[in-house]
């Protein structure tokens, strides 16, 4: 049986109570990896994604790396990982990561990206250094996968005479189901971002811009340990429709639809979790926009179970003709799954673009988090909503809990003596509206 883990929205090691086991996480992805690898064909994994870097040696240096390319693994048959790092992060490694054999952490150098030119032999070096240790374990001559590569360093491995082919869909299959403490981790990351929706929902006003919606989701992940808010969507109004997928410096007025995606990593486990609200009143479209979109989520999410395919789980979102778009391809990215670990982009990704002629099965341990939107009629705003779960043996379960059942409005409430009810609704000490007698309490948009 997996192991229990109680209290995973603690961030503590205790000595009274099993939580999260970092030794356990960081043996057991190696492990998988181990297992993928050995039961394909290919001889060696040269890794440069930062994700599975981290998946396979449990090392980070920073998010400040992500995107140099400049960090290499070479995981063999049968052998310990080898990292070649930065100089004084290899030397760190060395220090304090005990867990691999001081052999596995290298210094290393690489173009960065091109900035050293191609004719000084950074590439051609390092393809020489990984094929004489290939050589030495007699691995040279079977495939080798690699995840993401630069031109000049694929041309140089293969002008060691290695056969190079795709590694990345090895990875994601090894990386498809998260272990107990993976998920415990996904879990306090979703958790963090409840908190900072709590703040955005007490704060969101009219006038209120975008980006200080962004700041202020940023400045509440960094105050509770988030390692990178790697980006926070801020979207309202007629900015709604289309979805931009960028935040503006546009102020809240009175009735927007405001939506929100939220992703960051704690111990590099990321969310990707959308939350709608109103500002200051919500009117029948938006409500209808809002119910549609939370009607396909649930349909969707119902689907989820062990035993079931990605076909059964892009059957219950919306088409892309209910959307009002000509084609799935069009549409996609506003009614899809997509797994989320390391990466918010994992395996399974279920769509209607692809999953109906393609499906996968649904298995247990897997977690993705399902999308939807919704456009009002008139095309002036739009609803999303996304949830996290993780596939159970008895379903899914949700780890995203910040309320959106039905549409919050957030801010001042605007009455008239028609709307008020005594008894029912009365005016708060803190500006909002007092709800079943309780003031400051949330609001729905049933309430408007």
Known sequence: MPPTIASPGATLGVDWEERVDFARLRTERLARARAVLESSDLGALILFDQNNIRYTTATHIGNWARDKLFRCVLLMRGADPILWDIGSAARQHKAHASWLPESSWQAGISSWRGSIPEDVGVEAGNAKRLADHLRERGLAGEPIGIDVVEIPVLRALEAEGLHIVNGQELMQQARRIKTADEIALL????????????????????GMKENEAVALVNRVLYEFGSEEVEAVNAISGERCSPHPHVFSDRITRPGDTAYFDIIHSFNGYRTCYY????????????RDAYQRARDAIDQAIAAVRPGASSRDVALALPSAADLGYSS?????????????????????????YHSLE??????????????TYWPTKDGSSAARIEEEVVVTADGPRVITRFPAEELLVA?????NGHSFTAGSYGAAPNGRAAVNGQAGGRTTASGV
């Open 328 to 352: 799935e391809e069009e549409a996609f990215g506003l009614q899809y799954c997509h797994g989320v670990g390391l990466s918010v982009w994992e395996q399974p990704l279920i769509s209607r």
């Open 275 to 286: 939350r709608t609200m109103n500002v200051g009143s919500a009117n029948a479209a938006q």
């Open 187 to 206: 879990d306090h990351a979703a958790g963090m971002v409840d908190a900072a929706y709590d703040e955005l929902y007490r704060t969101l006003h009219v």
């Open 411 to 415: 801010g001042n409430r605007y009455w």
């Open 358 to 371: 393609n499906p996968v099965p649904i298995e247990e341990g897997m977690v993705f988090a399902l999308e």
